[in-house]
Every structure is written in structure tokens, then in C-alpha cells.
């Protein structure tokens, strides 16, 4: 079996929840953890941080894998979705896992595949666990997939577990409301461990403390013990003034947006933590890996700048909230025009997304190549009755390219957003 057929029978022989959507979606634990009892728990070998949450789970995840690996500490880290290759969901060191691995693991474990039949995000999160003990990584940063407590990669006992944010997303597995998806987030926390909470959220924190409290498990507010003050921001960066732990750090990161400003809280929380646990001195350099981080870390899909001349940028936002950062990220930099493709899930909550898109902005409805795509028909209904001046182009590189013949100022953009699938359809140039 090539790389090239492995991923084929990965993408078309299992249940596939970025392709199937819900259906591929299973209510419980068991065929990872027979999986992973066959394995011999290959996450027991190392240090978990397990990372929860709406928004921000991706680029939190990265920016800690990014900090400490500055320092010395063999990292492993498991994100998704990918955006071009399927490799990019686990990486050791920041380096992608090698094809070798991907085809040995898959034919080493095929009986074991057949008998169980687990969903392709199963068989993943056990490859990357796998990978991570073969490779001798020192800690695994875990990202979770969908929710929490049911989520595959809720078989590991993290030395940290954090939650992002709550927001509303998968309403149709997680509940419909705030509160019934909060209590769903809160499975990954275990006992007798550490829970940081990066955002605050007064409405709803009080699900982690009571669950907190009842495992025996140190409840920290990220958002209280990071201080962070912007002095300056472009498209391509942000300088900030970071107040942590007695330190005072002066930096330029990159993205710039306000969301991964909230990300910082529990990036830098959870680094420091980790830090102490491997006998690292905490100092101002301690936490120098996040200027790197576009660069280094190669994050795609999170305001990822494409092009300068015109300015092309792209980003994943799926949901009502992240579809509220995304526009006052716009908005805060006045761009003349502003012309957003957009398009993306079938299952997402398009009215409530479209309800809240401004007039002032000039919109392409596309469709990406994923079967779960909402078509651009059904799409535009939703335009149409909020009266949003829009354009149909069904293929994203077309539409991009639509749209630079429209362009009239340097100051004009072209933005990209709604799905992972959209941007991964993107040819780079």
C-alpha cells in the first residue's frame, strides 16, 4: 500500500465527520478505547495538555507547541482539519509525520481497523498518539475534535487540560444551548489535575469551576493572571506589552487579531506550567517561540495573509462567533473595500451567521469541494432576504480572481472565510 492509497482508504473506507458530517459522528468512547487497550495506551508515555473549546483551539494549541519547543522540549502536536495535506494534523518538533509512518501504521493495525471499524478521526488521533510514543516526545499537545466529553481524543489523562472559549457550534450533537455545550467541553477535564479557562466568561464559567471542584482539580483563570496592552497593529503584525508572573515582555506577534490576543491568556498560562514541570527558569526568553510562530509553526487558515499586492487573506471563522471577530477585524483596519467569498458547511447555522454581515461589504458565494458544502443556491436565499449585495462564483480561485478585477485602491481586500474546506481549495501561487 502506497501513502498515496493509505490516505485514499483513510478518506473512503471509514466514517469521515469533515465529509459525512454527523453521520460519521459516534456517542461514545468505545472503539477508541478497545483501539487504544490494543495499542497498549501509547499516550501513557508521555505529558498531555488537552485543549477544549469553540474557537481558538487550533492556534492555542500551536502557539504552546511553538513556545516549548523553543525550549528544548520534544513536542508532539495533533490539530484538525488539515488544510492541504493530511500530514499537517501531526507533527513532532514542528515537523509533519512521515509518510512511512502514516502507510506502517495503517497496514501494522489493518486487522485491527477491520474489526472494530473505526471512524477516520479514531484512527487518526490513535496514529498520532502512536506517532508520539515511537517518536519519544517528552509532552503531546491534544486538540480536541468535536465537544469533549465524547470526543476520541478524551481517552488521555492530561497533566493540563484548557478551555478556550463557548460558543455556539454543533448545536445539533453538543445542544442548543450555551449551557448544555459548556457541560459537554467539560468532560476533558480530569481529576486531580490542572484546568486553565482562557476566556472569561461569566455566564457560563461557573460549569468549570463546580466541575473543577468536584474532581479535585485546580481551577485557573488564565484571563486574570495574563495582562496584555497592543501599542501597535497592522495587517501583518501586532506589538504588545505582555504582564505575566512579575515579568513585563515586549513583543511582535503575528496574526494580529483581537482573537488570538484571547488566545495569548491560556498560551502563555499553560506554557509557563509546563515549563516549571520540565525544571525550565522562567525569564522574559521563555516565551520568545511566539514571535516565530507564523513563520515556524506554517499555521494556515488563521488570518493567513496570501498576498500583499492586492491584499489577499484568509480565514476558517464557521460560526456566528467567529464570524463576529472576523468582521471587527475587518472593520478595525478601514479598508476601502472590502469583497469576502465566502461559503462553507451545509450543517452550519447560515441564518444567524448571515443576520449579522454588514451592507458595506461586497460578497462572492462560492462552494468548495467537500460533499458537505452548502451550495451556493441555497446560500444566496439568506442574502437575498437581508437584501446583502452579492455575487455567485462557484469555484473559490475563480472567484478570487473575479474579484481582482473589481479591486479600485491598494486599500481594498480580498477575504476569504467560513470554512477550512473554502481555503484549502485555494491554489497558491
Known amino acids: 500500500m502506497t501513502y498515496k492509497e493509505t490516505i485514499k482508504f483513510l478518506y473512503n473506507s471509514l466514517p469521515t465527520y469533515h465529509i459525512q458530517g454527523e453521520k460519521a459522528y459516534k456517542p461514545n468512547l468505545d472503539n477508541v478505547n478497545n483501539f487504544d487497550v490494543l495499542l497498549n495506551h501509547p499516550h501513557k508515555t508521555y505529558d498531555i495538555i488537552h485543549i477544549g473549546g469553540t474557537n481558538g483551539k487550533g492556534t492555542t494549541a500551536y502557539g504552546i507547541s511553538r513556545i516549548i519547543t523553543e525550549n528544548n522540549i520534544k513536542t508532539g502536536l495533533y490539530t484538525s482539519p488539515h488544510i492541504k495535506s493530511f500530514r499537517e494534523r501531526i507533527k513532532v518538533s514542528e515537523k509533519k509525520i512521515s509518510k512511512k509512518y502514516v502507510v506502517s501504521f495503517v497496514k501494522r493495525n489493518l486487522e485491527i481497523i477491520k474489526k472494530?471499524?473505526?471512524?477516520?478521526?479514531?484512527?487518526?488521533?490513535?496514529?498520532?498518539?502512536?506517532?508520539?510514543?515511537?517518536?519519544?516526545?517528552?509532552?503531546?499537545?491534544?486538540?480536541?475534535?468535536?465537544?469533549?466529553?465524547?470526543?476520541?481524543?478524551?481517552?488521555?489523562?492530561?497533566?493540563?487540560?484548557?478551555?478556550?472559549?463557548?460558543?455556539?457550534?454543533?448545536?445539533?450533537?453538543?445542544g442548543k444551548k450555551l449551557l448544555n455545550?459548556?457541560?459537554?467541553?467539560?468532560?476533558?477535564?480530569?481529576?486531580?489535575?490542572?484546568?486553565?479557562k482562557g476566556e472569561k466568561q461569566s455566564y457560563i464559567d461557573h460549569v468549570?469551576?463546580?466541575?473543577?471542584?468536584?474532581?479535585?482539580?485546580?481551577?485557573?483563570?488564565?484571563?486574570?493572571?495574563?495582562?496584555?496592552?497592543?501599542?501597535?497593529?497592522?495587517?501583518?503584525?501586532?506589538?504588545?506589552?505582555?504582564n505575566f508572573n512579575q515579568l513585563k515582555i515586549l513583543m511582535t506577534i503575528s496574526p494580529?487579531?483581537?482573537?488570538?490576543?484571547?488566545?495569548?491568556?491560556?498560551?502563555?498560562?499553560?506554557?509557563?506550567?509546563?515549563?516549571?514541570?520540565?525544571?525550565?527558569?522562567?525569564?522574559?526568553?521563555?516565551?520568545?517561540?511566539?514571535?516565530?510562530?507564523?513563520?515556524?509553526?506554517?499555521?494556515?487558515?488563521?488570518?493567513?495573509?496570501?498576498?500583499?499586492?492586492?491584499?489577499?487573506?484568509?480565514?476558517?471563522?464557521?460560526?456566528?462567533?467567529?464570524?463576529?471577530?472576523?468582521?471587527?477585524?475587518?472593520?478595525?483596519?478601514?479598508?476601502?473595500?472590502?469583497?469576502?467569498?465566502?461559503?462553507?458547511?451545509?450543517?452550519?447555522?447560515?441564518?444567524?451567521?448571515?443576520?449579522?454581515?454588514p451592507s458595506n461589504i461586497n460578497y462572492i458565494i462560492s462552494k468548495s469541494s467537500n460533499e458537505r458544502s452548502i451550495s451556493p443556491k441555497k446560500l444566496s436565499k439568506y442574502f437575498k432576504e437581508k437584501n446583502l449585495n452579492y455575487f455567485v462564483v462557484h469555484n473559490v480561485n475563480k472567484a478570487i480572481e473575479y474579484c481582482k478585477n473589481l479591486l479600485k485602491t491598494k486599500n481594498d481586500i480580498i477575504f476569504i472565510g467560513g470554512?477550512?474546506?473554502?481555503?484549502?481549495d485555494i491554489d497558491e501561487k
Not at 131 to 156: A, H, M, P
Not at 190 to 196: A, G
Not at 419 to 424: G, V
Open 208 to 242: 468549570f469551576e463546580n466541575h473543577c471542584i468536584n474532581l479535585k482539580t485546580k481551577f485557573i483563570k488564565g484571563y486574570n493572571q495574563v495582562k496584555i496592552k497592543t501599542l501597535s497593529k497592522d495587517i501583518y503584525q501586532r506589538k504588545i506589552e505582555i
Open 419 to 424: 470554512s477550512f474546506f473554502l481555503i484549502s
Open 256 to 357: 494580529p487579531t483581537e482573537y488570538f490576543l484571547k488566545n495569548l491568556t491560556s498560551i502563555i498560562s499553560a506554557s509557563k506550567l509546563i515549563l516549571e514541570h520540565f525544571d525550565k527558569k522562567i525569564n522574559e526568553n521563555s516565551f520568545k517561540g511566539l514571535k516565530d510562530l507564523i513563520p515556524k509553526s506554517k499555521i494556515l487558515g488563521r488570518w493567513q495573509l496570501h498576498s500583499i499586492n492586492p491584499i489577499i487573506i484568509s480565514d476558517g471563522c464557521h460560526n456566528v462567533a467567529a464570524f463576529k471577530n472576523i468582521l471587527n477585524e475587518l472593520k478595525s483596519f478601514n479598508f476601502k473595500n472590502v469583497y469576502f467569498i465566502i461559503g462553507g458547511a451545509k450543517d452550519k447555522n447560515w441564518a444567524s451567521i448571515v443576520k449579522i454581515l
Open 181 to 196: 455545550i459548556a457541560k459537554e467541553k467539560a468532560g476533558i477535564i480530569k481529576k486531580n489535575s490542572l484546568f486553565i
Open 116 to 174: 472494530i471499524k473505526p471512524s477516520f478521526f479514531e484512527i487518526t488521533t490513535m496514529m498520532a498518539l502512536s506517532y508520539f510514543k515511537f517518536k519519544k516526545v517528552d509532552i503531546g499537545i491534544i486538540e480536541v475534535g468535536l465537544g469533549g466529553r465524547l470526543d476520541s481524543t478524551n481517552i488521555v489523562n492530561p497533566l493540563i487540560s484548557i478551555i478556550t472559549n463557548i460558543s455556539l457550534d454543533h448545536q445539533n450533537i453538543l
